[in-house]
């Protein structure tokens, strides 16, 4: 089975801090992506990399950035966290093609104080 | 753009009941459709997908078909359990381009005994 992890489950940090959200799948997926869950708006993708070192804006891409050194990782960087970002982050990956498939992480909910 | 629209939650059911869940979408061209299903502190999974007009996906029990002519794509289960107690996305996907999926706000499903 392919599997997503994603490093912390749970995250507390205060405003202004920089903070970095780590997903490493084990299926050598092209594709890799990072979105955010928020109660009654549903999922909303930040960023995603069709391959290392590739990336491209979703829809809410602000105050975000990320970084694919590497196939496997993909990684998701506040650069000055703040309140509104409070937010569940899910990494999910597919395959190149994958036709919609994507596997996801559990998630980490990130709490700014 | 393409959009998804799902009938709002909670959906409060007993045991064996049928289930519906609204699912309408608005996109150019011919777009892929899904379910994906997240049970409680999991990521999410695929449930089932159509690919064309008059398709029906189906697994574990539910079914959906992609009805071009309404633009729905309604989720339907004839007896759930409690351990279908989850969150709902419906989603579609361009053809066309890079394939980003576009999520739902989410329907959340509560099975009692």
């Known amino acids: 089975d392919v599997k997503v992890t994603q490093s912390s489950r749970y995250l507390v940090k205060r405003t202004g801090e920089k903070v970095f959200l780590e997903c490493v799948q084990d299926?050598?997926?092209?594709?890799m992506f990072w979105y955010r869950q928020d109660p009654g708006l549903g999922l909303r993708l930040i960023y995603f990399?069709?391959?290392?070192?590739?990336?491209e804006k979703g829809d809410i891409p602000e105050g975000y950035s990320v970084s694919r050194e590497k196939k496997e990782r993909f990684s998701l960087i506040l650069e000055s966290a703040s309140t509104n970002q409070t937010s569940m982050y899910l990494c999910?990956?597919?395959?190149?093609?994958?036709?919609?498939?994507?596997?996801f992480g559990s998630g980490t909910q990130l709490s700014v104080l | 753009g393409n959009s998804v629209t799902q009938m709002e939650g909670p959906v409060t059911l007993s045991e064996e009941a049928f289930l519906t869940i609204n699912c309408t979408y608005t996109?150019?061209?011919?777009?892929?459709l899904f379910w994906y299903v997240q049970y409680p502190g999991e990521g999410l999974q695929l449930l089932l997908k159509a690919t064309k007009a008059d398709d029906k996906g189906s697994n574990k029990g539910f079914e959906a078909t992609y009805r071009k002519e309404t633009t729905s794509f309604h989720l339907e289960k004839g007896s759930v359990q409690v351990s279908d107690s989850a969150v709902y996305f419906c989603a579609l996907i361009s053809n066309t381009g890079f394939q980003k999926l576009v999520f739902g706000t989410g329907t959340r499903l509560l099975v009692s005994p």
């Open positions: 999910a990956s597919s395959l190149g093609q994958g036709g919609g498939k994507l596997f």
């Open positions: 996109a150019t061209g011919y777009p892929s």
């Open positions: 990399s069709y391959d290392v070192k590739m990336k």
């Open positions: 299926m050598d997926h092209e594709n």
